[in-house]
Nanobody, 118 residues
Framework: QVQLVESGGGLVQPGGSLRLSCVAS????????MGWYRQAPGKQRELVAE???????NYADSVKGRFTISRDDTKTTVYLQMNSLKPEDTASYYC????????????WGQGTQVTVSS
């Protein structure tokens, strides 16, 4: 059974930090691009950051210099370290996995809420 289970969300003040974790199971996550997306109320889901199987990283411009994505394939886990959080970072954050080669299976987690507010 394929699962992506996120954790680490919560309420934090502006300028604070959170670290999200996503544990993958039921598939060989080391062969997948792992990523974090977010969706705020009334907005489309958007890419936050992704990391390829080879370690190539891509960030949304809005989070460059503040967020860091990493992966530990020995633990089938991907992380998102979020620093200098802003109110506009408030959203549900979703873990995503997409196979690096055909067939391009992809999976989503259930999401974890991040709220940045004073």
């Amino acid at each position: 059974q394929v699962q992506l289970v996120e954790s680490g969300g919560g309420l934090v003040q502006p300028g604070g930090s959170l670290r999200l974790s996503c544990v993958a199971s039921g598939f060989i996550s080391s062969r997948y691009v792992m990523g974090w997306y977010r969706q705020a109320p009334g907005k489309q889901r958007e890419l936050v950051a992704e990391i390829s199987a080879g370690g190539t990283i891509n960030y949304a411009d809005s989070v460059k210099g503040r967020f860091t994505i990493s992966r530990d394939d020995t633990k089938t886990t991907v992380y998102l370290q979020m620093n200098s959080l802003k109110p506009e970072d408030t959203a549900s954050y979703y873990c995503h996995a997409e196979r690096s080669a055909w067939p391009y299976y992809n999976y989503w987690g259930q999401g974890t809420q991040v709220t940045v507010s004073s």
